[in-house]
């Protein structure tokens, strides 16, 4: 079996970034990514720096030719185990077959869960959309709904506010806004409804209103929601890395890897990068993460070399 100096585990942005860099350095590297990106709803990926509005595809496709243009290879496939073995990690696919890096780098981003309201999973990525500053120019000016699960619900819908004049906060499952919250909100000019809501109305492919258990109906032409951003990382359980909590001012908003700045986690060998331990990080902050952590990586990996050469030269 090949060993390859490392293998790169998730062709996203950070993936495509840290191989790049990787095989500029001469190193022997093999990328499997299963071919299920987080943003492949999106239409266009925004705040990338001379890629603003490139189909997220489009962007993937580029990267992975500039990879393979310097020697780099790709495997389709879903890792489903990785394990440490004498001289570096075996890693396993679902349809069996196994690879051997020296080192690893996990870039497998993470999932979101979204609220459990009917009719959200199919407008998910459309009129459905979760980031201001990733998709809030797309529904400018519109009507806007946040969905709250969560008292981040009031600083997002803050944020939307200032695309739009016409907002509502569906309180939804969220508790009560504090009272400074409330003169917040009215002096914004933001409505707020309460009562859990039921579905999202949909007409011609088109959020057209959002339905509370009460049967009322508010109309709507796109809606906001915060999601449980888990971390693509059950794989690692072998090698005794596992995902942890992260919270923001006290709510769950999801599992990350941990890392340090240059990628490198708890387990010797196993670096990680982008939204596998950054649940907020965009493509662009992805992508330099994924720079980083290939440089901490090559270094680790150089650190080794010259050992192995000083103790065959003293031999």
Same mark, same amino acid.
């Given at each position: 079996?090949?060993?390859?100096?490392?293998?790169?585990?998730?062709?996203?942005?950070?993936? %495509? /970034?840290?191989? %790049? +860099?990787?095989?500029?350095?001469?190193?022997? &590297?093999?990328?499997?990514?299963?071919?299920?990106?987080?943003?492949?709803?999106?239409?266009?990926?925004?705040?990338? %720096?001379?890629?603003?509005?490139?189909?997220?595809?489009?962007? /993937?496709?580029?990267?992975?030719? =500039?990879?393979?243009?310097?020697?780099? =290879?790709?495997?389709?496939?879903?890792?489903?185990?990785?394990?440490?073995?004498?001289?570096?990690?075996?890693?396993?696919?679902?349809?069996g077959? *196994?690879?051997r890096?020296?080192r690893?780098?996990v870039?497998?981003?993470?999932?979101?869960?979204?609220?459990?309201?009917?009719?959200? *999973?199919?407008?998910?990525?459309?009129?459905?959309?979760?980031?201001?500053?990733?998709?809030?120019?797309?529904? #400018?000016? #519109?009507?806007?709904?946040?969905?709250?699960?969560?008292?981040?619900?009031?600083?997002?819908?803050?944020?939307?506010? #200032?695309?739009?004049?016409?907002?509502?906060?569906?309180?939804?499952?969220?508790? =009560?806004p504090?009272?400074?919250?409330?003169?917040?909100?009215?002096?914004r000019g933001?409505?707020?409804?309460?009562?859990?809501?039921?579905?999202?109305?949909?007409?011609?492919?088109?959020?057209?209103?959002?339905? %509370?258990?009460?049967?009322?109906?508010?109309?709507?032409?796109?809606?906001?929601?915060?999601?449980?951003?888990?971390a693509?990382?059950?794989?690692?359980a072998?090698?005794?890395?596992?995902?942890?909590?992260v919270?923001?001012?006290?709510?769950?908003?999801?599992?990350? &890897?941990k890392?340090?700045?240059?990628?490198?986690?708890?387990?010797?060998?196993?670096? +990680?990068?982008?939204n596998?331990?950054?649940?907020?990080? #965009? &493509?662009?902050?992805?992508?330099?993460?994924?720079?980083?952590?290939?440089?901490?990586?090559?270094?680790?990996?150089i650190?080794e070399?010259?050992?192995?050469?000083?103790? *065959?030269?003293? /031999?």
């Open positions: 079996m090949t060993t390859y100096d490392v293998i790169v585990i998730g062709g996203g942005a950070a993936g %495509l /970034s840290g191989a %790049l +860099a990787l095989v500029r350095f001469r190193r022997s &590297v093999l990328v499997i990514d299963d071919g299920t990106p987080r943003n492949a709803p999106a239409e266009g990926v925004h705040n990338f %720096l001379t890629r603003d509005g490139t189909p997220p595809g489009e962007i /993937s496709a580029i990267g992975r030719q =500039e990879v393979i243009g310097y020697g780099g =290879e790709f495997a389709s496939g879903t890792v489903t185990t990785a394990r440490k073995d004498e001289d570096g990690f075996t890693v396993e696919l679902a349809d077959t *196994a690879y890096g020296r690893l780098l870039t497998t981003g993470l999932t979101d869960v979204l609220p459990d309201v009917p009719g959200l *999973a199919e407008r998910w990525g459309k009129d459905v959309v979760h980031c201001p500053y990733c998709h809030g120019w797309e529904v #400018q000016d #519109q009507a806007i709904g946040v969905l709250a699960t969560s008292p981040m619900a009031i600083h997002q819908v803050q944020l939307f506010r #200032q695309l739009s004049d016409d907002v509502t906060l569906f309180l939804h499952t969220a508790p =009560e504090t009272e400074e919250q409330w003169e917040e909100l009215a002096a933001i409505s707020v409804v309460q009562g859990k809501v039921e579905q999202i109305e949909v007409t011609d492919d088109r959020i057209t209103g959002v339905r %509370l258990e009460s049967g009322k109906v508010v109309p709507r032409q796109a809606l906001a929601i915060q999601t449980t951003m888990r693509r990382a059950g794989f690692l072998d090698l005794g890395l596992e995902a942890t909590q919270e923001s001012n006290g709510v769950d908003v999801g599992t990350a &890897v890392a340090d700045p240059m990628g490198a986690t708890d387990v010797p060998g196993v670096f +990680a990068a982008g596998v331990t950054n649940p907020t990080a #965009q &493509v662009m902050p992805s992508a330099a993460a994924g720079l980083m952590a290939a440089g901490g990586l090559n270094f680790d990996l650190t070399e010259t050992r192995r050469a000083v103790a *065959a030269r003293s /031999s």
